[in-house]
């Protein structure tokens, strides 16, 4: 079956840093990916998206990298704060023929971002 | 703005209650969803309401009866529960159509005892 996973479930980080989250999807008619970061008993919260037609997209200190041709997809936070501790998921969206999206979440990397 | 709100924050019921979730957005958007999320697992899809209609059931068990009473609101029906149904219920809502970004309420805790 189609499915998005992670490669690293947790990642620890210093202040500062940069970090990278990997994720792998399998479903190659996928053409929108989102990432959510979602704290402790908070829903998860949109930080970036990008479509099939980019390969990077960029934003306030995050950046998304899409390799299309080994199905994987990366989030980069550039320097690193204790806020940004977290966990992080990789969403696929996958219309189906419908004019609604079906997110299909990945595992999840807990971020630890150490002072 | 793109704030979803669920009420309430906080649920302990027992199995043979009867109880609903709250969901609310003023963003304009058609389209609303029921997640439910289990401790350290990711959402796992339940229901998509698009224009107030139901659009998808993922084969949800009929203890859980959602309704979207307007365009604003979407609510979660709970009864004859399980233990295994406690969980993180979260709301998102979208405009509708491809590739929209769907934005998540902070969601209600649910226990079941």
């Known amino acids: 079956g189609e499915s998005v996973g992670l490669h690293l479930p947790t990642l620890s980080v210093q202040e500062g840093d940069n970090s990278i989250i990997n994720c792998a999807y399998s479903n190659s008619a996928s053409d929108y990916f989102i990432w959510y970061k979602q704290e402790s008993g908070k829903g998860p919260q949109f930080i970036i998206d990008i479509r099939s037609n980019m390969d990077k997209r960029q934003g306030q200190r995050v950046t998304v990298l899409l390799n299309k041709t080994v199905k994987h997809l990366s989030l980069q936070i550039a320097a690193t704060q204790p806020g940004d501790s977290a966990v992080y998921f990789c969403a696929e969206y996958n219309a189906g023929g419908t004019s609604y999206g079906k997110l299909t979440f990945g595992q999840g990397t807990i971020l630890t971002v150490h002072p | 703005d793109t704030e979803v709100t669920q009420t309430p924050k906080h649920l302990v019921m027992g199995m043979t209650n009867k109880k609903s979730l709250k969901c609310e957005q003023h963003m304009g958007h058609r389209a609303m969803y029921w997640y439910k999320q289990k401790a350290k697992k990711p959402p796992e899809l339940m229901f998509v309401?698009?224009?107030?209609?139901?659009?998808i059931n993922e084969s949800v068990p009929s203890r859980f009866s959602p309704e979207c009473p307007n365009s604003s609101l979407l609510n979660l029906h709970l009864h004859a529960l399980q233990p295994e149904d406690s969980a993180l219920y979260l709301c998102?809502?979208?405009?509708?159509?491809?590739?929209?970004?769907?934005?998540f309420g902070p969601g209600t805790r649910l226990l079941v005892l």
């Open positions: 998102a809502s979208s405009r509708v159509g491809q590739e929209e970004t769907q934005y």
């Open positions: 309401y698009s224009y107030e209609k139901l659009s």
